[in-house]
């Protein structure tokens, strides 16, 4: 599990999905990935998000599609000439983060939404409550479903931590986030509770430190290889942390009353 990511390169694009970010269906060495690419606004962030949350969705058993290192040629060409895509292709060659397309899947409704199995949907609040992922609401549910099969998606919001490691205070990991009663998914005390033991228990200090281990150093830091580790230390302290007993975020959900299935 969590073994380093593999690396394909990308021969051409095909299309945008214009999401926020842009993420694009590219052709590479071995088929169809989906691509968000480092040059846009948002910058490499949200791709370490997507490694490192992608890597704690696969040790919880949820299924998210695989991630890959994609290495995108200056002036790869381009099926879709828009203007503003060539532009962000140009400033993202390099390595970007691929992940596997899914065939034949589509995005969740909220009709959908409201078949999941309780104690599946508890699981999704629980790593989204961990991994402060304000995406996964009624608006933007960000899974996927093919044949009653539901994948997440989009990650990329999560970890909102890193993006001011200056206000990060001992104290910050204690605090629940809003994650939980903005979800997609309102559960029930009881789902939640258990979801909590079942996962807290699995997310170890090495499989925090595997899931950094996968994040490319260049996403991480300017000062190299050293700088980089001691990121990802910081990570792995910020999240440790988040996970001992009695879990802020997940009393944050007992407040909310049963909905699910509304
Ligand atoms: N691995 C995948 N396989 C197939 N389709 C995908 C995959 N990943 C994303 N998509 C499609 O692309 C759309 C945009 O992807 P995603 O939500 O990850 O990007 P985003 O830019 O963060 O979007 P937004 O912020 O608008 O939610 C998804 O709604 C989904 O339809
Ligand atoms: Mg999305």
């Known amino acids: 599990m969590n073994e380093p990511l593999r690396r394909v390169r990308v021969t051409r694009v095909r299309s945008t999905f214009r999401g926020s970010t842009w993420p694009v269906l590219a052709l590479a060495s071995e088929g169809s990935v989906v691509v968000k690419l480092h040059g846009s606004a948002e910058g490499t962030l949200p791709l370490v998000a997507e490694v490192v949350v992608g890597a704690l969705a696969d040790a919880l058993g949820l299924a998210t599609p695989a991630r890959l290192l994609v290495e995108l040629p200056p002036d790869v060409p381009s099926d879709d000439p828009h203007e503003e895509l060539r532009d962000l292709l140009t400033k993202s060659a390099g390595l970007n983060l691929g992940f596997s397309y899914l065939e034949g899947f589509r995005n969740v409704t909220?009709?959908?939404?409201?078949?999941?199995?309780?104690e599946l949907a508890a699981r999704v609040v629980w790593l989204d409550a961990f991994v402060q992922n304000p995406d996964r609401t009624a608006k933007n549910p960000n899974l996927m479903i093919k044949a009653g099969k539901i994948w997440l998606i989009d990650h990329g919001a999560a970890l909102n931590f890193h993006h001011d490691w200056r206000a990060v205070t001992e104290q910050s990991p204690r605090e629940p986030g809003s994650v939980v009663t903005a979800h997609l998914f309102q559960v029930s005390e009881r789902d939640l509770?258990?979801?909590?033991?079942?996962?807290?228990?699995?997310?170890?200090?090495?499989v925090l430190a595997r899931a950094l281990a996968q994040v490319p150093d260049e996403w991480l830091s300017t000062g190299g290889a050293e700088a980089a580790d001691r990121e990802r230390a910081a990570y792995v302290a910020y999240l440790q942390k988040r996970l001992h007993a009695p879990r802020p975020f997940v009393a944050a959900g007992k407040r909310v009353p049963f909905q699910f299935g509304r």
Do not use: F
Not at 110 to 118: E, F, G, L, N, T
Not at 193 to 206: C, G, K, N, P, T
């Open 193 to 206: 509770l258990l979801a909590d033991a079942r996962s807290a228990e699995v997310l170890s200090r090495e």
């Open 110 to 118: 909220v009709a959908d939404a409201s078949r999941i199995p309780a």
